[in-house]
């Protein structure tokens, strides 16, 4: 089975390149979901225009997923090299309560704090790329574990205590809530990331690589990549993004305890899949998670305007991640069988 | 036969019964997690203060006894390869419906049954995703962990049902007469014993571990690879209605969000009990023995006062180590092996 789809996967990444790039725009998966975005939004406007034309609407409607975008970005890059990591949120637990920690008991410079709570997500990535990597064991295990692990370690650090905003200096919180041309910082941040990232994924020797990797393996293997390397490098990238998850978290909430961050393996996860990275690895775009991040925290806070009660929020995310997993397969099966029919009458 | 085996250049998979029977018996996995569990036990007997009475044991096991009961399907879904990570969402959804029910009147034994269908539906909705469009049991569960959450949260919004007959919530709570066991253990004994010789006794069971070796093999072989794993699914659903059932009951009371996070906490103790998350390989007691090392230090961990926290310290350290030095003991033993076997399928 995983074979077969490995085939179909690589098939889906060659294709495109021939088409032209109108009709790859057309048929991309990215715009397919932002236009699903797009009707949410317009749909929850028509219901209650403060939804977008507010000052408060407008900012959520941006401000609210930003952290998400960077986590998922990062996740999207290990889902893309064939792996997963399931311990993104407790890194962001992690990373958030050790810039709240600095803030209150150092005199550190901002920058030094922000660069110390990215820098301890840059080593639990390192942490969980080496075990991956050289414990040749499967990702999904390790980062299980370590997601207890890290969790475990920032309840035990932090008990019952926790960091409140009164505590964090005004220039920081700033960040969470200033907004520069009406956009806000946060956004500022995570569409820097997002285009670093798909930029490195896209054009770089190093960035094909983590396709051909997550396509096939051992064909990378074979052909002389270094895979081990990739993957270690795929895992600091996330945990690196998670841990900016962390502090950009710290600046928007203002609060943080022992629970920061729970739950946002899934929620990267499904941001990705929704986005069209194939969770068996080599397809997908970090665009496609981000706007899969945007697309599933809108919903969210469109339902109640819609007049859905908001309990049925999280049916909603789990019929649209199953949604589009099928709508990829679907799609995939149709290409194949499209190119097969091309093949066989040239 | 036994000297053409051992003459032949046999395949690197069945070198270990080369060895003699002991040793098979002995060096596995299983048997390591087993001592680990028989060494924390008496350590903890030895130095917690209370750990070894009856009422500890007691609460030990009626804590233990959903991931228990979870971990039975869970492990066979495993050695086919797959994963099924919607068992938690599975349990509240199973405590809403069953709250539901007896709030509008009806009795335990039907709102369970109805309990358990939707158990074993959302089982298979998940085996023919994964089976008929092919798609990764990893996404589908995914997905279906937040559609089952959200369709329970969704139902039962943020209350709480807790009108249950007080003969139920006394019976799951119940000992067996004369003993510190619960008499929900018995339930837990008639399952275990179904699983055991449905995995290691029948052909069924075999081809279970044949999918997780190789499913192009089964399939040439004559196992029903997808209809196998479908079964697998609904039993997975169905079973974790069940445990819904005694978790509901158990504390008396039917939320949305019960038992978030169990599905982790069960993936933990299977590959803690020697289960390989590439599939084809782990036992029933094997698993068994990890759920219950992970119950027996959390117990004896909170009676000597550490708090619940450096538990999922532990669990995920004991998680990793565990598959580490699987992988450690594999690459020293294909070190050792190398000069004889040589490389195809020394992958260990």
């Known amino acids: 089975m995983s074979t077969a789809s490995t085939a179909t996967a690589t098939r889906a990444v060659e294709a495109p390149a021939r088409a032209s790039w109108l009709r790859r725009l057309a048929t991309s998966r990215e715009l397919g979901i932002f236009l699903a975005l797009a009707l949410v939004v317009i749909a929850t406007t028509v219901r209650n225009p403060a939804f977008v034309f507010s000052p408060d609407g407008f900012r959520d409607l941006l401000l609210t997923p930003s952290i998400l975008v960077v986590v998922a970005v990062g996740q999207a890059v290990v889902i893309i090299s064939r792996n997963v990591d399931l311990s993104v949120g407790s890194i962001l637990g992690l990373s958030a309560y050790l810039t709240g920690t600095l803030f209150t008991t150092t005199e550190l410079p901002m920058v030094v704090v922000m660069l110390a709570g990215v820098a301890l997500g840059a080593l639990l990535g390192l942490v969980n790329g080496a075990l991956v990597a050289f414990g040749r064991v499967p990702a999904m295990v390790i980062t299980l574990g370590t997601l207890y692990a890290f969790r475990g370690i920032n309840v035990a650090w932090t008990g019952s205590n926790r960091i409140n905003a009164s505590d964090l200096p005004p220039e920081f919180l700033g960040l969470g809530t200033q907004a520069i041309f009406s956009i806000p910082v946060l956004t500022i941040i995570a569409l820097v990331v997002l285009a670093a990232v798909a930029w490195y994924l896209s054009n770089t020797r190093a960035g094909r690589e983590f396709y051909a990797i997550g396509s096939a393996p051992e064909a990378a293997e074979l052909y002389g990549l270094a895979s081990r390397r990739r993957v270690l490098v795929a895992f600091v990238l996330c945990g690196t993004l998670s841990g900016l998850g962390g502090v950009l978290y710290a600046a928007r909430y203002g609060t943080v305890n022992s629970q920061a961050g729970l739950g946002y393996e899934l929620q990267a996860i499904g941001a990705a899949v929704i986005g069209g990275v194939a969770i068996v690895g080599g397809v997908g775009t970090v665009l496609g998670a981000a706007i899969g991040a945007y697309l599933l925290l809108t919903i969210a806070r469109a339902l109640p305007v819609l007049g859905i009660p908001d309990f049925w929020q999280q049916a909603l995310v789990g019929a649209l991640i199953i949604g589009a997993i099928v709508l990829d397969r679907v799609l995939a099966r149709r290409q194949s069988k499209r190119l097969l029919t091309e093949r066989s009458a040239v | ?348």
């Open chain 2, 1 to 348: 036969m036994t000297t053409q085996t051992a003459t032949a250049p046999a395949p690197r998979v069945y070198a270990d019964h080369a060895r003699p029977a002991w040793r098979r018996v002995l060096f596995t996995t299983e048997m390591a997690i087993i001592s680990l569990l028989a060494i924390v036990l008496v350590v903890a007997s030895l130095t917690v203060d209370k750990f070894a009475t009856p009422l500890t044991m007691t609460y030990l096991l009626l804590d233990v006894t959903t991931l228990l009961l979870i971990a039975l399907p869970m492990t066979m879904v495993m050695i086919t390869g797959d994963i099924d990570l919607s068992v938690g969402s599975m349990v509240g959804l199973s405590s809403v419906i069953v709250g539901l029910m007896v709030q509008a009147g009806q009795s335990i034994p039907v709102a369970g049954l109805v309990a358990i269908a939707v158990g074993a539906l959302g089982g298979l909705a998940n085996g023919l995703l994964v089976t008929r469009m092919q798609l990764p049991a990893l996404a589908v569960t995914i997905g279906s962990m937040a559609l089952y959450r959200g369709i329970a949260v969704g139902l039962l919004g943020t209350t709480a049902i807790t009108t249950f007959p007080r003969e139920w919530t006394q019976l799951v709570k119940a000992n067996i007469p004369g003993t510190p066991v619960p008499v929900v253990m018995i339930l837990f004994a008639v399952l275990l014993a179904a699983f055991a010789v449905l995995l290691h006794f029948t052909p069924f069971g075999r081809g279970v571990y044949a999918i997780g070796r190789s499913k192009d093999a089964a399939l040439f072989n004559g196992v029903n690879v997808d209809r196998t794993r479908v079964i697998l699914f609904v039993l997975s659903g169905a079973v974790a209605a069940l445990a819904g059932i005694y978790y509901t009951l158990r504390f008396g009371s039917a939320r949305g969000d019960n038992a978030t996070g169990l599905e982790l906490q069960v993936i933990a103790a299977v590959v803690l009990g020697g289960v390989s998350v590439f599939g084809g390989r782990g036992a029933l007691h094997g698993v068994v023995a990890g759920v219950l090392l992970i119950g027996v230090l959390s117990s004896a961990l909170r009676l000597a006062g550490v708090t619940s926290d450096v538990i999922n310290i532990i669990t995920g350290v004991l998680l990793v180590l565990s598959v580490i030095s699987g992988s450690v003991l594999g690459w020293v033993q294909a070190r050792r092996a190398r000069p004889a076997a040589s490389a195809p399928g020394a992958k260990a």
